[in-house]
């Protein structure tokens, strides 16, 4: 199987992402690489896709996993990125053809 993590998205996060200072609701700080995506995405909420974009980040989730992290411990996290400060209310994976092991992760903001 082709390792899309490797060969994709890290490509991907070091090429267009920034490294910023993300800070969990329980006060821990790690730096990590994320990708802006002001313009909005797509949601998808309850098997329903609505036709609302709302700004939001990329980030890899093998960088969660390499630092011990679960996609839940980021909704309310805070970081800046892009000159303004950012507080995540949701998540949303990215689909993969290779799994969610070397997706990536949508960090939505606060509308």
Do not use: C
Request: hydrophobic share 45%.
């Amino acid at each position: 199987m082709i390792d899309l993590d490797k060969l994709l998205y890290r490509h991907s996060a070091r090429v267009w992402g920034s490294v910023t200072r993300i800070t969990l609701k329980d006060g821990a700080a790690h730096d990590v690489a994320l990708i802006d995506r002001t313009e909005g995405v797509e949601q998808s909420r309850g098997g329903v896709e609505l036709g609302t974009l709302e700004p939001a980040a990329e980030i890899l989730t093998s960088s969660l996993a390499a630092l011990g992290l679960a996609r839940a411990d980021l909704v309310n996290a805070r970081f800046q990125l892009s000159g303004r400060a950012w507080r995540v209310v949701s998540t949303q994976g990215v689909q993969s053809p290779a799994g969610e092991v070397s997706a990536m992760l949508f960090l939505i903001e606060a509308p």
